[in-house]
């Protein structure tokens, strides 16, 4: 069998700048395909790029990049939204409410558990004093 060579109407989509080179009948690989396998094999010799080594007059003063983290810190603390006095003092009243609720509930538990423990190894109930 003798092989057809390919007639321009059944070659939609490939122009003629792409098949110039290849053979009648050779599948057509991608173009990013292509490049990349050339990258692949120029990949040892493109990593000999040489570092440059940093000076120390590439980095600003100790107290220079301090002042700019300062100057940050405030330009930041400007941008808060801060609560009133008001606001404050709810929310610690409402902080100590719960504080105080919590070690009453604490310590019923302890003083609970406790007793009972020492009911069972001498079999006297705990006292406070």
Do not use: C
């Not at 390919?6 to 070659?11: E, L």
């Not at 009243?93 to 423990?117: M, N, R, T, W």
Request: charged fraction near 25%; charge should be positive.
């Amino acid at each position: 069998m003798a092989k057809k060579t390919p007639d321009n109407n059944s070659m939609s989509g490939t122009s003629e700048s792409r098949m110039r080179g290849r053979v009648p009948g050779e599948l057509e690989k991608p173009v990013a395909y292509e490049e990349g396998a050339a990258q692949q094999q120029n990949a040892p010799a493109d990593k000999k790029v040489k570092k440059t080594a940093k000076t120390k007059s590439d980095k600003p003063n100790i107290f220079k990049r301090m002042w700019k983290g300062l100057k940050g810190v405030v330009s930041e603390l400007k941008k808060v939204t801060w609560p009133k006095g008001k606001d404050v003092v709810k929310s610690t009243a409402v902080v100590l409410v719960v504080v105080v609720v919590f070690f009453v509930v604490l310590f019923g538990i302890d003083y609970v558990l406790s007793g009972l423990s020492h009911l069972v190894v001498d079999g006297t109930w705990t006292s406070i004093v």
